[in-house]
T-cell receptor, first 115, second 112 residues
């Protein structure tokens, strides 16, 4: 199936731990994103990478570090997890350039719960 | 700073009604506007994307319009069905940026 996939789907962990969320897209897109959806369902962008280069970094604590080993993958590593990090994290991808082709396609989300 | 607003936050209607969902944005210098659907516990599904130069887009029972100068978009759903129940989000992409700015969404319930 062509899609944006994320692992794990659910992540429950203790405060202070370090965790990673993985994202892969097989749509051939050159741009990938991480979004955070908080408890009030408000969706906000965190990072964006284009061809493995960081192009958007939205005032996110430096405990969050995205890593893009290639343009099909964008992983999110979080150090020293805090209670406020509990949220649903969505990965997305799009193809930049031609107008009308830049629809963003979203993964199913990773629900992170920090205890 | 771009702000996107969707009012009301929730709507409950009987099956068969024609619906209009509203979205407004504060900065008209947008590149495009996208409507998404989110089902409970799921990711977002793109419904329609309107470029800044376009006035509307249609897909099946859905029609989205864009009035960039007044900072408004509407999503029209014809003959609503229970399967249309979901949260609908509007998002704008600023000119010169890859960033999407989302509204808080509108939770739609279509009752059989």
């Amino acid at each position: 199936d062509t899609a944006v996939s994320q692992t794990p789907k659910y992540l429950v962990t203790q405060m202070g731990n370090d965790k990673s969320i993985k994202c892969e897209q097989n749509l051939g897109h050159d741009t990938m994103y991480w979004y955070k959806q908080d408890s009030k369902k408000f969706l906000k962008i965190m990072f964006s990478y284009n061809n493995k280069e960081l192009i958007i970094n939205e005032t996110v604590p430096n405990r969050f570090s995205p890593k893009s080993p290639d343009k099909a993958h964008l992983n999110l590593h979080i150090n020293s997890l805090e209670l406020g990090d509990s949220a649903v994290y969505f990965c997305a991808s799009s193809q930049s350039g031609l107008a009308g082709t830049d629809t963003q396609y979203f993964g199913p989300g990773t629900r992170l719960t920090v205890l | 700073k771009q702000e996107v607003t969707q009012i009301p936050a929730a709507l409950s209607v009987p099956e068969g009604e024609n619906l209009v969902l509203n979205c407004s944005f504060t900065d008209s210098a947008i590149y495009n506007l996208q409507w998404f659907r989110q089902d409970p516990g799921k990711g977002l599904t793109s419904l329609l994307l309107i470029q800044s130069s376009q006035r509307e887009q249609t897909s099946g029972r859905l029609n989205a319009s864009l009035d960039k100068s007044s900072g408004r978009s509407t999503l029209y759903i014809a003959a609503s069905q229970p399967g249309d129940s979901a949260t609908y989000l509007c998002a704008v992409r600023q000119g010169g940026s890859e960033k999407l700015v989302f509204g808080k969404g509108m939770k739609l319930t279509v009752n059989p």
